[in-house]
């Protein structure tokens, strides 16, 4: 769905849910079950970020179950292109989005504008068939979807859709207003698609 420069973005209808739940244990039924309505609406491969303070970051295709570092875990994802069950960790337990597009206008839904755009990874692809990076000495593992294959200096990257505000329909009569419309953050809201991997530009 990327488009050229110069062509017009797509207008999409998003909708985001949010709940909060008292605890990891709730939580988690909550988010899987969100995930797999999702898989069912639009098939294809899944992704699971799992970030926690004690465990090294799961960065792995999503199976139905969240790691076991889930009840631990700071933030994370589970994502694929038909939309995103994303958490926090906060002082009262477990903030939950889910963010989809919907075929057409309902109520719950906003008007966007869609692009998306390439977020590259840590590491290089190498000779040696990984990716390293020489900032961090690391290498890292990536989990490319099925017929992917990397070549020397490819690099894996996230595929994000950045949703960003509609077009006012006319400019209004006061400056105050022009001003507020002009002041409003051009990105309204993101979630990530899928993991891929190419050269770079």
Known sequence: MRKEKGEGMPTVHVRVTETREANFGEARGKIEAAAGELREKGGGRQWVISQSLGDPLVFEFFEGKLPENFERSVCGRVFGEAGEARWLRDAEGCLVW??????????????????????????????????????????????????????????????????LAGKPAGWPGSLAEIENILNQPEITGHRYLRVECGRTE
Request: proline share 5%; hydrophobic share 30%; no cysteine.
């Open 98 to 163: 889910v963010s989809e597009e919907a075929a057409e206008a309902s109520e719950g839904t906003r008007r966007r504008r869609k692009r998306e755009r390439p977020y590259y990874l840590w590491g290089m692809y190498t000779k040696q068939k990984k990716f390293l990076e020489n900032r961090t000495k690391g290498e890292f593992v990536y989990p490319l979807p099925e017929g992917a294959s990397a070549a020397v200096d490819d690099r894996a990257y996230v595929v994000v859709a950045e949703y």
